[in-house]
C-alpha cells in the first residue's frame, strides 16, 4: 500500500501544500531574496563618472552575492535611464527627439513623465524651472570666456526665445512634439528620478532590505533603517570639514543645490551657474537649499528653485508640499528652517569660527590650514572609486586624514597605510558617510589637515611628510609622499601626477575669514 502510485501522489501533493505554507512564493522565485538563518550585513561600493558625478551603494544584505547583484542591477538601470534622458548623449532618446520639429513622436514612458514634470513645475515655480534655460546659460559661458558681462539686450533676447512654449504632449497617443529648436537642458529633478527608478528597482528584484543611493551628493534612504546624512556647508573647502547639519532619514529623499560648486568668475567677480530664467540673471540671494521628501522628484526640484526664487518665494512654495521639510542658506549667512526641520534634525556643533588668540612658541599656528588636493584619474564611463588613504607622518604617523574603502579585509592593499597605522586605528570609521551637497565634478577632492595629531593637539612646526596611497582594484599602486615645511607661512606644491592620479597638491594658507 506504501509503494502505490495513489500514496506516492499524495505524498507528493501534502509535501507541496506544506512546502507553500512554511516557504513565501518570492524566495522560491528569487533564490537571492532567501534571508534565513542568515545575518544581514551593510555593503558598500561607489564608483566615479555615473552620471557625470560620484556615486555610492549601500545595501542591507544576506551575502555578498546579493550586494553584487544589487550593484549590478543598479548600474544597469542607471545606464538604461541616462540613455533615454541625458542631455549630453547626442544619442539619447531626448537628444534624438530634440532634434525633431513640428512633427508628433512617439517616447517612452519615461521621457514622457520626465516632460510633464517640468510642465508641471515650470508653472508651479512661475517660469523658474525651465529647461530652456541653456540658451541663457550659453551666454553666460561665453561672458566668462570672453571675461566681458552680457548686455540686457542679449539678456532679455534670450529670455524671450527660452519662454517660449517648447512642446506639446499628447497624453492619449504617448507623443510629444518639439516646437522650436531652442536648446534643451534636462538638469533639475532627473538626478533625483532616476535614484528613485533605480533604488525601486533594486529594492524589487533582489530583496535586499535597506538601500542608501547617493549620486552627486543627492541621497535616497529606502528600507528598514535610519542613516544619518551630512548636510556639506557651503562656505566650506574640503570634504572632511564639519557638516553644517545632520538629519535622520528613513524611506526619505534629500536634495541639495548651491552655486558653491560650479559658476563663472568674470572679472574677479563669482557668478553662479544657476540661472533666473524670467530675468536672465544668475542666482545669488541664497547660496544652498536642501529639501527632505518622500518623492524625490519633489525634493530635487524644490531644493533648485529654492536657489532661484526670493526667500519668500521659496517659503510660500514650500507650503504647497506639506511633507517636504527645507534648510535654506541665505548668501548673508541667514539659515531658515521649516517649521518641522527640527524633528528629523541631528544635534551637531556648528563649524567653528576663526578665533584669534596668542600662537605658543614653536607650534602650528591655529589661523593656518592645510588643503590636499586630489583629483583622481578618469575613465570611460563608470569606474570603482580607488582605495584611498592620506595621512601626515613625522617619522612615525601624526594624523589620519582620509581612509576610503568598502571591505576592511582588503585594507591591506594599501601597504603604506596599513604597516603604519592599522594597529591604533578604527577601520569602522574609515568609508565617506552620505554628504548631501550640490553637484561635484567626479573623482575630485579636497581633504583639510587643522594642524592637529590625533590626539586634537597642534603639532610643532618643523618638516613633515604627507602620504597619499591609491590601489585600485585589476588597477595599479600608487605612493606619493612629499615633505613639507610648517613654519607659519603660505606654501604651495604641485605634485606628479600617476597613473591612479591625475593632479594633485598642497597648499599651506591662512584660514578664510568666512
Aim: with cysteine; hydrophobic share 40%.
Amino acid at each position: 500500500m506504501a509503494n502505490s502510485p495513489v500514496s506516492f501522489k499524495l505524498w507528493v501533493l501534502k509535501t507541496f501544500i506544506v512546502l507553500s505554507i512554511l516557504v513565501p512564493s518570492s524566495i522560491i522565485a528569487n533564490p537571492l531574496n532567501f534571508k534565513a538563518n542568515k545575518i544581514q550585513k551593510t555593503y558598500t561600493t561607489q564608483y566615479e563618472n555615473v552620471l557625470g558625478t560620484s556615486f555610492e551603494l549601500k545595501v542591507k544584505a544576506a551575502s555578498n552575492k546579493q550586494a553584487v547583484y544589487a550593484e549590478k542591477i543598479a548600474l544597469s538601470e542607471i545606464a538604461r535611464l541616462s540613455k533615454i534622458l541625458s542631455s549630453y548623449n547626442p544619442n539619447s532618446e531626448f537628444s534624438i527627439w530634440c532634434k525633431t520639429q513640428g512633427k508628433a513622436v512617439k517616447v517612452s514612458p519615461e521621457l514622457l513623465e520626465v516632460l510633464s514634470f517640468y510642465e508641471k513645475w515650470n508653472k508651479l515655480t512661475k517660469g523658474a524651472l525651465n529647461p530652456a534655460f541653456e540658451i541663457v546659460n550659453q551666454i553666460w559661458v561665453k561672458a566668462g570666456t570672453n571675461q566681458q558681462l552680457p548686455t540686457n539686450d542679449q539678456l532679455n533676447a534670450a529670455v524671450k526665445i527660452a519662454n517660449e512654449k517648447q512642446w506639446t504632449i499628447d497624453y492619449n497617443n504617448a507623443t510629444v512634439t518639439h516646437l522650436t529648436n531652442t536648446p534643451l537642458v534636462l538638469n533639475t529633478f532627473v538626478k533625483s528620478f532616476i535614484i528613485q527608478k533605480t533604488t525601486q528597482k533594486i529594492l524589487n528584484q533582489t530583496g535586499v532590505s535597506n538601500v542608501v543611493m547617493n549620486i552627486g551628493g543627492d541621497v535616497l534612504v529606502q528600507g528598514d533603517e535610519v542613516e544619518i546624512v551630512q548636510i556639506v556647508d557651503p562656505k566650506a573647502d574640503a570634504i572632511n570639514d564639519p557638516a553644517i547639519d545632520k538629519v535622520n532619514l528613513q524611506n526619505q529623499f534629500i536634495a541639495t543645490s548651491g552655486n558653491y560648486r560650479r559658476g563663472v568668475l568674470i572679472n574677479n567677480q563669482w557668478y553662479s551657474h544657476i540661472i533666473d530664467p524670467r530675468s536672465g540673471q544668475p542666482a545669488g540671494q541664497v547660496i544652498s537649499a536642501s529639501v527632505i521628501s518622500k518623492n524625490p522628484v519633489d525634493a530635487g526640484a524644490l531644493a533648485t528653485a529654492f536657489n532661484i526664487l526670493s526667500v519668500n518665494e521659496s517659503i510660500a512654495l514650500a507650503q504647497k508640499f506639506p511633507d517636504a521639510e527645507y534648510f535654506i542658506v541665505a548668501k548673508n549667512g541667514d539659515m531658515i528652517k521649516s517649521a518641522h526641520w527640527k524633528d528629523i534634525e541631528v544635534t551637531a556643533p556648528k563649524p567653528a569660527k576663526n578665533i584669534a588668540f596668542p600662537v605658543k612658541e614653536n607650534q602650528w599656528d591655529p589661523t593656518y590650514e592645510m588643503l590636499i588636493n586630489l583629483d583622481l584619474a578618469q575613465f570611460q564611463g563608470p569606474s570603482r572609486r580607488p582605495f584611498v588613504a592620506i595621512w601626515v607622518e613625522d617619522k612615525a604617523p601624526v594624523r589620519n586624514l582620509a581612509l576610503w574603502y568598502n571591505k576592511p579585509r582588503w585594507l591591506h592593499d594599501l601597504r603604506a597605510w596599513y604597516n603604519a597605522n592599522y594597529g591604533k586605528y578604527n577601520v569602522e570609521t574609515g568609508s565617506i558617510s552620505a554628504l548631501s551637497s550640490a553637484t561635484r565634478s567626479p573623482g575630485k577632492y579636497t581633504i583639510k589637515w587643522d594642524g592637529k595629531d590625533d590626539k586634537g593637539e597642534y603639532v610643532k612646526t618643523g618638516n613633515y611628510t604627507i602620504n597619499i596611497e591609491v590601489v585600485r582594484e585589476h588597477g595599479t599602486y600608487q605612493l606619493i609622499t612629499q615633505e613639507i615645511k610648517i613654519n607659519n607661512k603660505v606654501n604651495k606644491i604641485e605634485l606628479a601626477a600617476n597613473t591612479e592620479v591625475a593632479a594633485a597638491s598642497i597648499e599651506l594658507k591662512k584660514k578664510s575669514d568666512e
